[in-house]
């Protein structure tokens, strides 16, 4: 069986501070690990995702997260927020080879202040 | 424009009345899936399919039912629905089980049974 554990469920940050949103997962098997953003009365999108290869995967709008296998953690982080990223981010985890789909994190809703 | 679309946005509805939510993909996705939202719990999955006439249980699949007839529909079914299913649905649709490809999520169903 594999679960996440996204361990704030709030944070609030003032605009252009960094961020770091903390997912830690459990499986047997080898992962995909993936974070999905979920704007105001809006369905899910994929924002990055970590299939194999490069520890460090990056989004189009400056989010990075990377994969430690050792820790078991996929943390999203950004240097610099905006206004326009506060939004409910979700970690996932897919068991590679396995015919089911995400299993989803309860997650966290970053809040951006002015 | 490839997309997810569920009906209705918005459902009210009364202890033990039948009812069902719609969800339609126009990307000729094999895999769909439904999850329910609740608050603290993030996505749990209720059912998923592999393909026409596929489909299996997800975490939650008491009080459920579903179908998948046509490649792009996978109708959500809850025959005697009750309080405890009051929450956010969401379906979405890729083209490869196992979280490879990218999930896409349709806008949601709010359900409140009463």
């Known amino acids: 069986a594999q679960s996440v554990t996204q361990l704030d469920s709030q944070v609030p940050v003032f605009e252009e501070a960094p961020v770091e949103l903390r997912c830690n997962y459990s499986?047997?098997?080898?992962?995909?690990l993936f974070w999905y953003v979920q704007y105001p009365n809006q369905g899910l999108q994929l924002l990055l995702k970590?299939?194999?290869?490069?520890?460090l995967v990056e989004s189009i709008n400056g989010f990075e997260a990377e994969f430690n296998k050792s820790q078991t953690s996929f943390h999203l982080r950004k240097p610099s927020v905006h206004i326009s990223d506060t939004a409910e981010y979700f970690c996932?985890?897919?068991?590679?080879?396995?015919?089911?789909?995400?299993?989803f994190g309860s997650g966290t809703q970053l809040t951006v202040l002015p | 424009e490839a997309q997810v679309t569920q009906n209705p946005r918005y459902l009210i509805t009364v202890t033990g009345k039948k009812l069902t939510v719609t969800c339609s993909q126009n990307?000729?996705?094999?895999?769909m899936s439904w999850y329910r939202q609740d608050p603290g719990l993030g996505l749990r999955q209720i059912y998923y399919?592999?393909?026409?006439?596929?489909?299996d249980k997800g975490d939650v699949p008491e009080g459920y039912k579903v179908s998948r007839k046509e490649k792009r529909n996978f109708p959500l079914i809850l025959e005697s629905p009750s309080p405890n299913q009051t929450s956010l649905y969401f379906c979405?649709?890729?083209?490869?089980?196992?979280?490879?490809?990218?999930?896409?999520f349709g806008q949601g169903t709010r359900l409140t049974v009463v």
């Open positions: 996932a985890v897919s068991s590679s080879g396995s015919a089911r789909q995400l299993t």
């Open positions: 499986s047997s098997v080898s992962v995909y």
């Open positions: 970590y299939l194999s290869g490069s520890t």
């Open positions: 399919s592999m393909n026409v006439e596929v489909t």
């Open positions: 990307m000729n996705h094999e895999y």
């Open positions: 979405a649709s890729s083209s490869t089980g196992g979280g490879i490809t990218e999930a896409f």
